[in-house]
């Protein structure tokens, strides 16, 4: 699908909101981020949804390669938005479950890896990532921690909320990034779809409208140039 600048907005929101889905369904490619086509697939309702895509994303997260942090808050919003979907297999939402109980959420766990941990995309991202997770499984022990769910929400809501205040304090240090806004905005729109703590939520919602302003101002004929 051709991406199209409009000057002005075109149709009603829920239309464009539509376009936007059906813009990122048209990739249906693999890899690390095949799966986040096959969340626009899920969006839509449309068939068939590509299950080896979203098996490679698995696959990609237990490679405990950098920016598998990324994979699995796609993981997480196919697991929180569609886990009863009739488009997605009980298996298949059985095996991401289990990728999520079997993940590295930060460094001063046990094992070894090659992943980048301190910069500020990726801190939200494993923050909020540790978060839905422990969420979903507040009785379950975690794998790599030994720990269950409840003491991963309580680790990561100290994390998100320091996270929260150093951005409110001092902006982006990755401030106007093409490449590192996109992650954020994954971490924070997960967190406000389905955070349960509603000061979370609250913070989630006001950081995206200042991403999002940043990127308005930044902009000339659909190109975040600044």
Not at 51 to 61: C, F, H, L, N, S
Not at 78 to 97: C, H, K, Q
Request: proline share 2%.
């Amino acid at each position: 699908m051709q991406d199209t600048y409009w000057s002005s907005p075109q149709g009603t929101y829920d239309e464009r909101r539509r376009m936007y889905h059906e813009f990122c369904a048209a990739d249906n490619t693999g890899g690390r981020t095949g799966l986040f086509s096959q969340i626009g697939r899920l969006a839509l309702g449309r068939e068939p949804v590509n299950e080896t895509a979203i098996r490679e994303g698995i696959e990609y997260v237990y490679s405990q390669q950098d920016c598998n942090d990324f994979t699995l808050g796609a993981l997480l919003r196919i697991v929180y938005g569609y886990r009863n979907s009739p488009l997605i297999s009980p298996e298949l939402i059985g095996e991401i479950e289990t990728c999520l109980r079997k993940f590295k959420y930060w460094w001063d766990q046990p094992g070894r890896d090659r992943r980048c941990y301190h910069t500020e995309n990726h801190q939200i991202i494993f923050h909020s990532d540790e978060l839905l997770a422990g969420q979903l499984f507040r009785e379950h022990t975690f794998e790599v921690s030994g720990k269950d769910g409840q003491f991963h929400v309580d680790h990561a809501l100290h994390l998100i909320r320091r996270w929260f205040d150093f951005r409110e304090r001092f902006g982006f240090s990755e401030w106007l990034s093409n490449c590192y806004f996109e992650e954020d905005l994954l971490a924070l729109v997960n967190l406000y779809d389905f955070a349960e703590d509603a000061d979370i939520r609250r913070r989630a919602q006001n950081m995206i409208d200042v991403i999002l302003f940043e990127m308005a101002l930044h902009t000339y004929r659909g190109v975040f140039g600044s």
